[in-house]
C-alpha cells in the first residue's frame, strides 16, 4: 500500500505562516510581517491587487523564495520538509503553462505522482490507480489521450486540478483558477473545493474573483504588502476591509447614484465593487448581497 | 553497387559511422531538452567555449574531454554569474562570454599551427580520430545517455512546470545545472565528430525536427534519437565519398530532414497548418 495515500489519523497539516518577509535581491520588499494560520478543512481566499504580494506570499509557502524573517509552518514542518512528504499541492494560472508542451491529459496527471514515485519516476499500478481516479472525478477520463493544446480553457483547469487530486496533498494552492473560465466550470471548480474542504484538506485560493469569495470561502486573508486582515469570511471580508486593501485600485460603484471614484462608503447606498472580474454586490451596511453574472 | 560497400570494409569508417551513429544519437536525445528549455544559443555558447580548455589539455598532456569540460563549465559559471548582477540582458551576457573564450581558444591554437589534432577540433574529423579520443566521445555519450535515464523526467517536468517539480520534493535549479553539464558534455563528444563550430546543430535540429512531428515527449525523443543516429551515420559514410567534411554533411543532412518535416508533417507542417486555416475558414485548399 502506498504509505501517502493513506493518512495515519491524527496528522492533519494546518498551515501557519509567522510573521514572514520576504524582500528581493533588487532590494525591493515584496512583503513585509505577513502573519496568518488556517486550520484543516477550510477554503481560503487569498485578496489583494496585482503587486500586493500574493504570488510572493504564494512562493513563500512552497519554498521558491526564501523569507527573510519568519517562518511558514506546513503540518508543524518546515516547508522543505512538508514538500518530501508531497503535503504541498499547486494548480497554477493558465497563463503560466506551455500548452503547445508535447504532453497528453494524462502525462500531466501522471506528474502530480511524481513525489510518491522512486527516483527514476517510473509509474506503478497504485500511481495510475491515482491518475484515473482524478481524471474520473473532474470528467476528464474521456479525454486523457489528448494534447493538453486541444482542451477548451475550462478542461484545461480541470487536468490541472487532476493533477493535484492525483498527488492527494494537505494544502491545495490555486492561483487564479477561475481566470477566463466558464460560469459552468467556475461552479465545478467550487463544488470539488467544497469536497476537498469537506475531506479535510485546506484550499488557500489567490482570486481577483471578489463576488464568488463569499460563495465558496470559509476565511479570506486580504493582502497589500502585509497581511491586513486574516480570519472567517464574515468577518474579514467587509467593505471597510476591501476598500483597505484595494483603495483606489478597486471600481465601485454605488447604486442608485454612481458614487465618484474614491469615495468612502456611503450609507444608503448598495455597493457594487468590482476588481477585474465579477463584481461583489453589498448593501448599505456593508453586508455581502451576492455578486453580478455580468460586468458593468 | 558493391562500390558503395567499401566503407564497410575499412575499420576506420566503421569505427568513425559507429562513433558518430552513437553521438548522434545522445546529442538528438539531448536536444528535444534543449529546444524546450529554448536554450539553443547557450548549446552554442558552450560549444565554443569548450576550445581553450581543448587547446590547454593538450598542452598539459591531459585527457581532451576533462579540459574541454572545465572550459565549459568555467563559461556556464560566468554567464550565470553575471546573469542578474548587471543590468545587462541575458543573450549579450551569453554573446560576450562564449565570443572571449571561442577567441581565447582560437588565439591559444594560432600559437601551434602545426598542430593538426587541434584544427580538427574546430572542423571535425571523424574518419582521422585515434582510438584513445573514440573510447572519450563513447564513455561521454554512455554517461548522458545514462544521466538522461535516470533524471530524464524530472528534468522534462523542470521544463514544463518547475513549480510542480518543487511540489515533488524536487530541486529545478539542480536540474539547470545537469542540464548544462549535460549538454557540455554532449558538445565535448561532438567535437570530434562535427567541430565545434557545428556540435550545435546536432544539439538542436533533431530536436527541432522531432516537434514537428510529435505531440508526446517520449515520441518526439524517440524520433530525435534516431534522426541524430541515422544522420550520424549516414554522414560519416557519405563523407568516404564525398572527400568533404563529415561535419557537415551530418548537419547538412539534418537540416534537409527539417526542411522537408517543416513543409511536409502531418500536423504542425506548413501545409497541414495552411489546409486546417483553409478549412477552419470554410473554403477549399
Known sequence: ?296 | MSELLIPFEYDYMLRAMGIAGLVGAVAGLLSCYVVLKGWSLMGDALSHAIVPGVVLAWLGGIPFAIGAFASGMLAALAMAGLRGRTPIREDAVIGVVFTGFFGLGLFLLSLFPSNVRLQTIIFGNVLGIADADIIQMAIIACVVALALGIWGRDLMLSLFDPVQLVAAGGNPGHMRILLLMLLAATAVAGLQAVGAVLVIGMLVTPGATAYLLADRFGRMAAIATFIGASTGLVGAYASYFLDGSTGGSIVALQAAIFVAVLVFAPKHGIRATRRAAAKAVGTPA
Open chain 1, 1 to 296: 500500500m502506498d504509505g501517502a495515500l493513506v493518512r495515519p489519523p491524527g496528522t492533519r497539516a494546518g498551515l501557519s505562516v509567522e510573521g514572514v518577509s520576504v524582500a528581493y535581491p533588487n532590494g525591493h520588499l515584496a512583503l513585509r510581517d505577513a502573519s496568518f494560520s488556517l486550520q484543516p478543512g477550510t477554503v481560503c481566499g487569498l485578496v489583494g491587487v496585482n503587486g500586493s504580494g500574493k504570488s510572493t506570499l504564494f512562493k513563500a509557502i512552497m519554498g521558491l523564495v526564501r523569507p527573510s524573517a519568519g517562518q511558514v509552518r506546513i503540518g508543524g514542518e518546515k516547508v522543505q520538509a512538508a514538500l518530501k512528504r508531497n503535503l504541498v499541492a499547486y494548480v497554477p494560472q493558465a497563463e503560466e503553462v506551455d500548452w503547445s508542451f508535447p504532453v497528453g491529459v494524462r502525462d500531466v496527471v501522471m506528474m502530480g505522482r511524481y513525489g510518491h514515485m522512486n527516483m527514476l519516476r517510473i509509474p506503478r499500478a497504485a500511481d495510475r490507480q491515482a491518475v484515473d481516479a482524478a481524471l474520473a472525478r473532474v470528467g476528464m477520463l474521456d479525454l486523457a489521450e489528448r494534447q493538453i493544446g486541444e482542451l477548451s480553457g475550462g478542461q484545461r483547469k480541470r487536468v490541472f486540478l487532476a493533477r493535484a487530486l492525483a498527488q492527494g496533498g494537505e494544502l491545495l494552492l490555486l492561483d487564479e483558477p477561475f481566470t477566463g473560465v466558464d460560469v459552468t466550470t467556475e461552479d465545478a471548480i467550487v463544488e470539488l473545493l467544497t469536497q476537498l474542504r469537506d475531506e479535510g484538506r485546506i484550499i488557500l485560493v489567490s482570486t481577483h474573483n471578489l463576488g464568488s469569495v463569499p460563495t465558496f470561502c470559509d476565511h479570506v486573508v486580504l493582502v497589500n504588502r502585509t497581511v491586513l486582515a486574516a480570519g472567517p469570511t464574515p468577518e474579514v471580508f467587509t467593505g471597510p476591509n476591501l476598500l483597505r486593501a484595494f483603495g483606489g485600485a478597486l471600481r465601485q460603484h454605488s447604486l442608485p447614484e454612481q458614487a465618484k471614484a474614491h469615495a468612502p462608503l456611503e450609507a444608503g447606498h448598495v455597493v457594487v465593487l468590482s476588481d477585474d472580474e465579477r463584481p461583489l454586490v453589498m448593501a448599505p451596511d456593508g453586508r455581502v448581497l451576492g455578486r453580478l453574472t455580468q460586468d458593468l
